[in-house]
């Protein structure tokens, strides 16, 4: 026989209840440090895969925005398994070494990149036939990204 006092399940559950509660605050602070951390130009630009996308980005009109701003799905819920999905390739492609020279957005990158220019410049495009291109960037090509190309010697491709 123990001589303990025996334990009250009031406190038991109460306790159980509690470290849930702390184990779902510290995620959630975590997660949300991680995500708006990752949405930087300093976190995008870390990587040397992205020099010249962010030299010339921190050159452009845009250079006040977080790089996700544009790159990313503005709703949460499509934006974490978006990053996921994103970063993980990016990181493949570091590890890999198989880095293209000119990275081109794929379908997909440039449905967000367009849906968040006409989230952010509607007001501006309600005049505009968005018929000619599908793709705003496609017209505006060197708006976020400044050509590092001088422009006697661009041709009509290089924006």
């Known amino acids: 026989m123990s001589n303990s006092p025996p334990r009250q399940a009031g406190m038991t559950n109460w306790f159980t209840v509690a470290m ?9 602070a975590g997660g ?3 995500m708006q951390a990752t949405d930087q130009a300093a976190f995008c630009s870390g990587c040397h895969t992205m020099d ?3 030299w010339t980005f921190k050159n452009s009109g845009h250079a ?3 790089c996700n701003d544009c790159h990313a799905p503005n709703n ?8 996921a999905q ?7 492609s570091t590890v890999s070494k198989n880095i293209p020279d000119v990275i081109h957005a794929s379908k997909m990158h440039k449905d967000v990149i367009q849906a968040n220019c006409k989230r952010c410049h509607e007001p501006t495009i309600q005049t505009v036939a968005m ?3 599908p793709y705003c960037v496609e017209c505006h090509r060197s708006v976020p990204h400044k050509s590092r190309t ?10």
């Open 20 to 28: 849930i509660l702390l184990v779902v605050l510290v995620l959630g």
């Open 32 to 34: 949300a440090y991680t």
């Open 52 to 54: 010249s996308a962010f």
């Open 64 to 66: 006040k925005l977080a």
């Open 76 to 83: 949460l819920a499509a934006k974490i398994p978006f990053k």
């Open 86 to 92: 994103a970063g993980g390739s990016d990181v493949w």
């Open 131 to 133: 018929d000619a291109k």
């Open 150 to 159: 001088p422009i006697s010697t661009r041709k009509v491709a290089d924006g």
